[in-house]
């Protein structure tokens, strides 16, 4: 079997090296990918540890927050910690799940020196949470990988409901570190070295029923849990420090086939272009080794993003018997209906009532609410600059600025977490938007005064005024140019009038050029066809 | 006695909880195991259909939880006083895959 | 002067009164210990210091005139079982795995006991662990019965009966996971209680079964165990142990009342077990016959399932105590083979090496008995029999108010008498069933074995969180039989009584 399985490997390696891989649009047209994610998320917002009342710090000098009981010292006993339970209890409210009245801790054993007790505590066949779900807007070109569903062919956007299976609790390993070895890691090292400061941090794992379908749906998932999470406020869900980490279970079938295929476990998929990559190349990789007649072997994966490939991290011969047994060390949990009723008054707005409200408030798009959403900081920084104008007719051009340049902004400056950090205020903004809605600058002159708000920390009508940007729009001045230019082009006016109208572009050009980018496009289009179309 | 364990189950079992066995000790306690096991029979012939289980003795205790508040922590020192080996404030262990894997 | 018959009110008498001082009682009980200990090995830590520092507060306490304002222990020479923590003593479990390992931090049954005045004179040996009946299992080697130092005195908490009935302590504490309070109590012929489970604090205690253990007094008088039952639940449910719960009563309060109109219980099928010495049997029925003459009714009555509990005991114990000791991996403290080429043979040496024959025994049995598909053949029905045996003790409280039963099938038997483990887990017959089921139970001396004259205790068992019953029930059965007495040949000549 072992044997078997390393010539396999070695053969899918070589041929992988010689071979073009297919695309993963044309695998999807003839496998359907069955995706479930496993994602942690450390309740980093917590004062202290799950068990004991050691401080959650990240970055402290090695074992300074250790205690006899995240140190697994003889004789400890946990003692949870109320906060965590009230931040799951939100988390199943906010993923739409039901919180169980009555639950327990268990112990997972396995022995491992990064878990002092050489057992986990986490929950048995009843969590916390249970049978949730989350709704995904897909569009895009994305959306036109479910060959299987007639919506997302025809209209290019679908809804996939994905089922959450259960969210439950449990506690963090610490830290290792491999010397030795290359880069740190764990093959080749001589030793390693073990700080317990992380052993205990409260955890919550979410686990998805396998109803995803696309790396791009499973990339929306995880997006938007983050959003959630961030929301109800539980966790500072950083992909980069591990406070929000994600595993994938991949299978193949054929399109029709209803039989599940054997699954491969993905890691280290550390963020969302990692997420979508990672199983994008799995399933690429189990299609190609299928399509061969191949074998996909349970195995655990590792993707790693610079090779743009998974490797093996290990084999599962047989299922891992991890001899769950309940707890004894801890009483059991009965979840009563006024105390979810308590932590439900807690429940801030969620992101998918938020973009509800922008859409029915504001009259934005779905499309453009969804996307203000994505982020805390620019879904409020909309907010205020409603707040101070009141919807109006700016609420589409706004969302639309906030969503394409300022996202954009925040996107290249990711330590940039408030807006208030930068120049750019509400009341500017609303400005930089009224200019464009009134036709005193183009749009393209709009984008140089985000940045030199930004850059100068100056109102927009300054910058215009400095720049001498004011755009003309006066009917006669534009008039003599827009005469002027067709007199200097009588061919081209000629060939125009024949049929080739392509060449008003030209026009405006040459209209633009001697107004120095001042003249209303809007304005000089007018003329132009007016004058040549008589 | 009934065999319920073989030596290859205990090896399996010994290799589990990361414990060293000889030969010879395997041999032993695969005769010690499945003499304590064939004395356990009364629990597998019991009629329990219907009851329900007793994980937690006494008293119907739940919901037991502390507060989110901060208590003293060790110092490094205090953590790391009983470590067979230590470096740079952390626990040390000897290479996690040994030889050729 | 002697102070090692003496029970803590006494000693609180005479140190109130002026007849000596604390120092001199911890002093006292230190030489007592080198004299006496070595031939006995009931400690395997002693911390003078410790008892002597103790002492300086008391007798401050007693020059200020504050002594009625310290605990119930105040001035009395206490120890404590070597798994239970005291920061900067070792901690060892009698195992060689954790030979040099230095607590940093105290468990809290240790630390109510010394807030209650008490002078701590060290730590006991014990069962490595606490898989025993007999200290034998001890890594550093065995405890000797002070009545015959042929016999062991039982186990697990085989020293702190010991030192008890030697006069090397006035109280001590054990922890009772099966039996291991109550039956070297028997053996010794002292007073052993195990609480109900929840009244004592497990924190800082090293755990075996954690649905099981459960930490109490030993003492040669029922007062003395009161007392340090009183001290030991001061402070109220301990924030650190989730199944520790308040508890408010005086285990004092009830003891001098009597029997007259309690309910006492006696259970036949345990009076007919197979293999329960005529020795001990007569004993018993005498118990019984001295509560009825002291005005008790005496009430058969039945518990159908606790011949279950031993095999129960056998699955739930060895299944938590697997998973309890997997932190002794030689990564954080505790025995480590040097030199290992990686860690999974540091791993397997150092555990090896560390755990003694029955603690290498039960971790290989619990983690069979958790594997897949075995799980449910045995654990789970396990914890289905325990609600049946609970269901039992509820249905005989409704009947009485305390039960009557042997402790042990037998006296203390000689060093190396009993070699195969099933045998050995005999000796818990009358006693697992309380663990199971969560209720409290004692051993109080009853006499000497007409064959044997060896000690012999009765068990006497209260409903769950009524512990007071047997008390009240102990304090009669001692007035009849005379409080235990230091082990004779234990017993020093008082200098305050030699002239009487």
Redesign the interface.
Same mark, same amino acid.
């Given at each position: 079997m072992l044997l078997q399985w390393l010539l396999h490997s070695l053969r899918s390696i070589l041929q992988r090296l010689v071979s073009n891989v297919k695309k993963l649009e044309e695998v999807l047209q003839d496998w359907e990918a069955v995706i479930g994610l496993e994602v942690h998320a450390e309740l980093t917002t917590l004062e202290t540890k799950m068990f004991c009342g050691c401080k959650l710090e990240f970055g402290a000098d090695p074992n300074t927050h250790t205690c006899p009981v995240c140190l697994g010292l003889p004789g400890a006993l946990p003692v949870p910690n109320r906060a965590a339970i009230e931040s799951i209890v939100l988390a199943g409210l906010a993923t739409n799940c039901d919180i169980e009245q009555h639950s327990m801790f268990y112990r997972k054993n396995y022995m491992y020196p990064d878990m002092s007790k050489n057992f986990q505590i986490t929950q048995g066949p009843v969590a916390f949470c249970m049978r949730g779900h989350l709704d995904l807007e897909v569009d895009g070109a994305a959306a036109k990988e479910r060959v299987d569903l007639k919506e997302a062919q025809e209209n290019g956007s679908y809804v996939a409901h994905i089922g959450i299976e259960r969210i439950h609790m449990e506690e963090d390993a610490g830290k290792m570190v491999h010397v030795g070895g290359g880069e740190g890691r764990i093959a080749g090292a001589t030793h390693s070295l073990i700080d317990y400061n992380r052993c205990g941090t409260p955890l919550i794992e979410l686990v998805t029923e396998p109803e995803l379908r696309t790396p791009e749906e499973a990339r929306l998932f995880m997006q938007k849990l983050r959003q959630i999470y961030l929301a109800i406020g539980i966790s500072d869900c950083s992909m980069e420090e591990g406070s929000l980490r994600c595993d994938g279970n991949v299978s193949l079938r054929r399109r029709g086939e209803t039989k599940l295929g054997t699954k491969t476990e993905l890691k280290n998929m550390n963020s969302f272009k990692n997420l979508h990559d990672g199983l994008a190349y799995e399933i690429c990789r189990q299609a190609e080794v299928l399509e061969e007649g191949g074998i996909i072997y349970q195995e655990t994966r590792h993707w790693d993003p610079s090779k743009k490939r998974t490797i093996v991290m290990r084999v599962k011969e047989t299922a891992d018997d991890y001899r769950l047994f309940p707890e004894p060390d801890m009483a059991p949990f009965d979840i009563s209906r006024e105390f979810v009723e308590e932590v439900r008054q807690r429940l801030p707005e969620l992101p998918d009532q938020k973009a509800k409200r922008f859409e029915e408030d504001y009259g934005l798009s779905a499309y453009d609410a969804r996307h203000l959403v994505e982020h805390r900081t620019t879904a409020r920084f909309f907010e205020e600059c409603m707040r101070l104008q009141g919807a109006g007719e700016v609420a589409k051009p706004l969302a639309n600025m906030i969503i394409n340049d300022v996202a954009a902004y925040l996107n290249t400056n990711p330590e940039i977490t408030d807006l208030a950090q930068t120049a750019l205020t509400p009341p500017r903004a609303l400005e930089l938007v009224t200019l464009i809605a009134q036709d005193k600058i183009s749009s393209k002159q709009g984008k140089e005064v985000f940045a030199a708000i930004l850059e100068e920390d100056k109102d927009p009508a300054a910058i215009v005024a400095d720049r001498g940007m004011e755009q003309v729009s006066d009917t006669g001045a534009i008039e003599a140019v827009v005469d002027g230019v067709l007199a200097a082009f009588p061919d081209k006016v000629e060939q125009y009038k024949g049929g080739k109208t392509g060449l008003l572009g030209f026009f405006v050009g040459q209209c633009m050029k001697e107004m120095k980018g001042q003249g209303n496009p809007k304005v000089i289009n007018e003329l132009l066809t007016q004058k040549l179309d008589s | 006695m009934t065999e319920h !364990?073989t030596e290859k189950? !205990?090896r399996n079992?010994?290799a589990?909880?990361?414990?060293? =066995?000889t030969d010879e000790e395997v041999a032993a =306690?695969t005769v010690?195991?499945n003499?304590?096991?064939d004395?356990?029979? @009364?629990?597998?012939e019991?009629d329990?259909e219907g009851?329900?289980?007793?994980?937690? @003795?006494?008293?119907g =205790?739940?919901? !037991?939880?502390?507060?989110?508040?901060?208590?003293?922590?060790?110092?490094?020192e205090?953590?790391?006083?009983?470590?067979?080996?230590q470096?740079?404030?952390?626990?040390?262990?000897?290479?996690?895959?040994?030889?050729g894997? | 002067m002697n102070f090692t018959s003496l029970s803590a009110p006494e000693i609180q008498n005479g140190l109130k009164q002026g007849d000596f001082s604390a120092a001199e009682v911890a002093q006292a009980s230190i030489d007592h210990i080198a004299r006496a200990d070595e031939q006995l090995h009931s400690y395997l830590e002693f911390t003078p210091e410790a008892a002597l520092e103790a002492a300086k507060a008391v007798d401050a306490a007693l020059a200020a005139g504050t002594f009625d304002e310290l605990g119930p222990l105040a001035g009395v020479p206490v120890a404590f079982k070597d798994n239970m923590n005291m920061e900067g003593t070792h901690t060892t479990c009698s195992s060689h795995m954790l030979e040099n390992y230095v607590s940093p931090y105290t468990a809290t049954c240790v630390e109510r006991v010394l807030q209650a005045g008490a002078l701590p004179l060290g730590k006991l040996n014990m069962d490595e662990f606490a898989f025993g009946s007999s200290t034998e299992t001890s890594y550093f080697g065995p405890t000797l019965n002070p009545w015959d130092l042929e016999r062991v005195p039982g186990g697990s908490s085989g020293g702190s009966a010991a030192a008890v009935a030697a006069g090397l302590a006035t109280v001590t504490l054990g922890s009772d996971t099966g039996g291991s309070i109550r039956q070297p109590a028997s053996f010794c012929g002292v007073v052993g209680v195990k609480p109900t489970y929840g009244v004592v604090s497990r924190y800082g205690v090293v755990a075996f079964g954690s649905s099981l253990d459960q930490v109490g007094p030993f003492a040669r008088t029922v007062e003395d165990a009161a007392l340090a039952l009183n001290a030991l639940v001061a402070g109220g449910k301990d924030r650190m142990d989730c199944t520790s719960q308040s508890i408010n009563t005086d285990f004092t309060a009830n003891l001098g009342d009597g029997v007259e109109g309690m309910r006492i219980g006696i259970v036949p099928s345990f009076m007919e077990a197979e293999g329960l010495d005529a020795e001990v049997k007569e004993r018993i029925e005498e118990a019984a016959q001295k509560l009825k003459d002291a005005g008790a009714e005496i009430i058969e009555v039945e518990l159908p399932n606790a011949q279950a509990a031993m095999s129960a005991y056998y699955v739930l114990g060895p299944c938590e105590a697997f998973s309890n000791l997997a932190r002794f991996d030689s990564v954080r403290y505790g025995y480590c083979v040097e030199g290992c080429k990686d860690l999974a043979e540091q791993y397997e040496l150092s555990r090896a090496g560390g755990f003694g024959l029955e603690a290498r025994r039960r971790i290989m049995l619990g983690s069979y008995l958790l594997s897949s598909g075995v799980y449910d053949k045995y654990y789970y029905p396990a914890q289905q029999v325990r609600t049946l045996i609970t269901q039992d003790y509820t249905y005989a409280y409704h009947k009485v108010d305390c039960i009557l039963a042997p402790v042990s099938p037998r006296t203390a038997f000689k060093f190396g008498e009993i070699n195969d483990p099933t045998s050995m887990y005999l000796s818990d017959m009358f006693t697992i069933s309380i663990n199971i089921a969560g209720n409290g139970g004692m051993s109080v001396p009853v006499g000497l074995g007409a064959e044997s004259g060896l000690p012999i205790g009765a068990q006497l068992i209260s409903p769950a969180f009524r512990d007071e019953n047997m008390f009240r029930v102990a304090a009669e059965l001692e007035r009849c039989y005379g409080a235990a007495p230091v082990a004779p040949a234990f017993a020093q000549v008082d200098p305050a009584k030699a002239g009487e």
């Open positions: - | !364990v189950d !205990v079992i010994a589990y909880v990361r414990i060293g =066995m =306690m010690d195991l003499n304590i096991i004395s356990l029979k @009364p629990i597998t019991y329990l009851v329900e289980p007793t994980f937690h @003795p006494i008293g =205790m739940v919901n !037991v939880v502390r507060s989110d508040n901060e208590r003293a922590s060790f110092t490094q205090v953590a790391l006083e009983n470590a067979p080996k470096e740079d404030g952390s626990f040390l262990i000897p290479a996690i895959l040994g030889g894997e | -």
